[in-house]
């Protein structure tokens, strides 16, 4: 398990829009060059107006990810262990959950 | 009337036949996202394309390759459509270009009436882009990131193998069946 040297792949999560486009979000997450199973990978996330989400839990991959200051970090291993889940959430006090999905840019 | 007997239509070049084609396989293909653009830059007509899938079918028995086990004629027929518009460029063939005949204008360039904003064009591929790749994370979220990471990133099967600890075949496999299902995907969100 190891991602291609030299090369940094920023995948981006957006949230799928309801039906008054409420409660947007989006988060990139960067898998370094050369990123082993230990490896921690960095979550950007941000809510309306690029606005990063001060606190907040992000569901993806199986796993569940604490948001802080707009960041949070997951191991490579445990991204690849999920990669067959479909479900993203992202959970913000004051906020419904709010489903979302990966996207091809 | 039933598929057998709407292929031994078209098989026999019968008018009823050849009108569900013009219906089901022509029209479809010339309003298609893929197809308009570049059959109006080739200056392909419907018409055109019409009398080229008759030749090939009944002048040049094409028909015959069709294995009438209850595939999709129409399908079929617009993989040899779609062929028709994509191999049209005569630049492709070093022919000479329609456009370099066109009337220039004071600076040398071609003069022609816009017809379309590329601009929205190019929007609404974007975004049907989009929409068959969230049908692709919906039925297998591994077919997206596949698909996405040889495309867009421009991955090989090994780099990607060696990610997700999946053999290069099987990367392969995941990878042609992903782009399998983004065109159904496309067709799909095509219909009217």
Redesign the interface.
């Known amino acids: 398990?190891?991602?291609?040297e030299n090369?940094t792949?920023p995948?981006l999560f957006w949230s799928?829009p309801g039906t008054h486009a409420e409660h947007l979000w989006k988060v990139r997450v960067t898998i370094p060059p050369s990123a082993t199973a230990e490896t921690p990978l960095v979550l950007a996330a941000e809510g309306e107006n690029s606005v990063p989400i001060a606190k907040g839990s992000f569901e993806f991959m199986g796993a569940r990810v604490k948001i802080v200051n707009g960041k949070g970090h997951l191991a490579f291993g445990d991204f690849?262990k999920g990669?067959?889940?479909?479900g993203v959430w992202m959970m913000r006090p004051g906020h419904p959950p709010v489903p979302g999905?990966?996207?091809?840019? | 009337m039933t598929a057998t007997e709407i292929y031994e239509a078209v098989k026999a070049g019968v008018d009823a036949g050849w009108k569900l084609v013009w219906e089901n396989v022509i029209v479809p293909e010339v309003n298609s996202l893929r197809s308009s653009e570049l059959a109006r830059k080739y200056c392909i007509t419907d018409g055109d394309l019409m009398g080229m899938l008759y030749e090939d079918m009944i002048g040049n028995r094409k028909i015959d390759l069709f294995r009438n086990d209850g595939g999709n004629l129409w399908g079929w027929m617009r993989q040899y459509v779609r062929g028709y518009v994509t191999r049209a460029n005569p630049n492709a063939h070093g022919e000479f270009s329609l456009e370099g005949t066109a009337e220039q204008n004071e600076h040398g360039e071609p003069m022609a009436i816009p017809t379309d904003d590329l601009g929205v064009i190019r929007n609404e591929v974007w975004d049907m882009t989009h929409r068959c790749f969230k049908d692709l994370w919906n039925d297998d979220p591994r077919k997206a990131y596949v698909l996405l990471l040889k495309t867009r990133f421009h991955l090989s099967s090994a780099e990607v193998s060696e990610m997700f600890d999946i053999t290069e075949a099987n990367v392969d496999q995941i990878f042609s069946r992903s782009v399998k299902q983004m065109r159904e995907n496309w067709v799909k969100h095509e219909k009217p």
């Open positions: 398990m190891k991602s291609p090369k792949i995948l799928v690849v990669i067959h889940e479909t999905a990966l996207t091809f840019g």
